[in-house]
């Protein structure tokens, strides 16, 4: 397939588009580079073999896309681009919004304009707030998100689905990712944070690395095993994976909704432990105050996924413990 991968030089489109390309795919890549670098699309060309097509443009450039569109004519669209960082949507939600959102509303204007009508999301847990219960099945109810990164997630997942409602060509696929972490077996793309990392993970490798002195765990007075955090850790990998198995199930799906984890939750000292165990290299960690806007847990049922695409995560914890370490070694 021709299929046009926008944010693909980020973190989990890079690792999205080493599969296309593995698997014959035509790959047509739009990034601004504002969260990634160019020379990542070296590195998937050395994995693969194969040089994906590169443009460095924004989608909010309607002139831009229109060009690329008539240029390479794309079957379907995976749509990674998008500003990601939480607690910055809170100071900037204008910027998270037009982004996000007018930058999503140029893409699909194109795409109609191009007869291209397949379009894969990347939504995330984040949409379902704070859950009333665990496993979160996708028919859990969406809303009460905490913060304007969230809350674009939300609006872009129902524009999408009031799109098909008007216009029943289109193919739309919501993925709600959970945790994603780990990176590339080959060491040569994973993720990498600008500054201080918020995520956990980043943190982590990090601290192991010795650029920061130790992570700080937020909270242990949660109803959990252990009172920290638990969160559905999953290996980039196996959700690069899952938007390989959605491009099998896009004909007519109308709008179809999948979540993208392993189904199991794991505590933050279940992953420093893990960490610990893996590569052997100790992390010092001390208690700190819970984190504002955190929720105890959060862990998918993914089974949707992998009764009707036939797609589970594969990777345990101590492979993205150790993928993530070795990225972060040679970088
Ligand atoms: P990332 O920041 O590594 O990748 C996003 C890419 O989009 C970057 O390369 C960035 O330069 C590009 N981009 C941003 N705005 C753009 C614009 N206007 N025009 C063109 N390119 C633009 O993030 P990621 O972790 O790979 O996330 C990919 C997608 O998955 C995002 O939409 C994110 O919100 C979503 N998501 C991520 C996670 C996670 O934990 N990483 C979880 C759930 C959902
Ligand atoms: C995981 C656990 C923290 C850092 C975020 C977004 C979500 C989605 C994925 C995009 C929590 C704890 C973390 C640290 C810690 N992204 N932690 N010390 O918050 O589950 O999800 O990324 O859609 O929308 O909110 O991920 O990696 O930040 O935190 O103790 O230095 O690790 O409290 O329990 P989170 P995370």
Not at 77 to 106: C, D, R, W
Not at 163 to 192: C, M, Q, T
Not at 238 to 254: K, N, R, S, T, W
Request: with cysteine; charged share 20%.
């Amino acid at each position: 397939m021709r299929i046009l991968v926008t944010g693909g030089t980020g973190y989990i489109g890079s690792h999205t588009c080493v599969q296309l390309l593995e698997r014959g795919d035509e790959v047509i890549i739009v990034d601004n580079l504002s969260n990634s670098k160019a020379t990542v699309v070296d590195s998937i060309e050395k994995i693969t073999g194969k040089r994906p097509v590169f443009y460095e443009a924004d989608i909010l450039d309607k002139n831009a896309l229109d060009s690329i569109f008539a240029a390479h004519k794309p079957e379907a669209v995976i749509h990674f681009a998008g500003l990601k960082a939480v607690g910055e949507s809170v100071s900037k939600p204008l910027e998270y919004y037009h982004n996000n959102i007018t930058g999503t509303l140029m893409l699909l204007d194109v795409m109609r304009a191009h007869n291209c009508f397949k379009i894969v999301f990347s939504s995330s847990a984040t949409v379902y707030g704070t859950p009333a219960s665990v496993p979160i099945r996708e028919d859990f109810p969406t809303g009460g998100t905490t913060n304007p990164y969230g809350t674009t997630k939300l609006y872009l997942e129902r524009i999408l689905s009031d799109l098909y409602v008007s216009d029943k060509r289109w193919s739309v696929v919501l993925l709600r990712y959970f945790n994603p972490i780990g990176a590339h077996e080959s060491g040569l793309i994973g993720d990498n944070p600008n500054g201080i990392p918020n995520n956990l993970m980043p943190y982590v490798t990090r601290v192991a690395k010795g650029v920061l002195p130790e992570l700080a765990v937020y909270g242990n007075d949660y109803p959990t095993h252990d009172g920290t955090g638990v969160r559905d850790f999953i290996h980039v990998e196996d959700l690069a994976a899952g938007h390989i198995a959605v491009l099998g199930h896009m004909e007519d799906v109308g709008v179809q909704v999948y979540n993208l984890g392993t189904g199991v939750g794991y505590s933050v000292l279940d992953l420093v432990n893990a960490f610990e165990k893996a590569t052997g290299i100790k992390v010092p960690y001390r208690i700190a105050e819970r984190r504002a806007g955190d929720i105890a847990e959060c862990w998918s049922d993914p089974s949707k996924a992998q009764n009707e695409l036939g797609w589970k995560a594969t990777h345990t914890l101590e492979d993205m413990c150790r993928s993530a370490w070795n990225f972060e070694k040679a970088n």
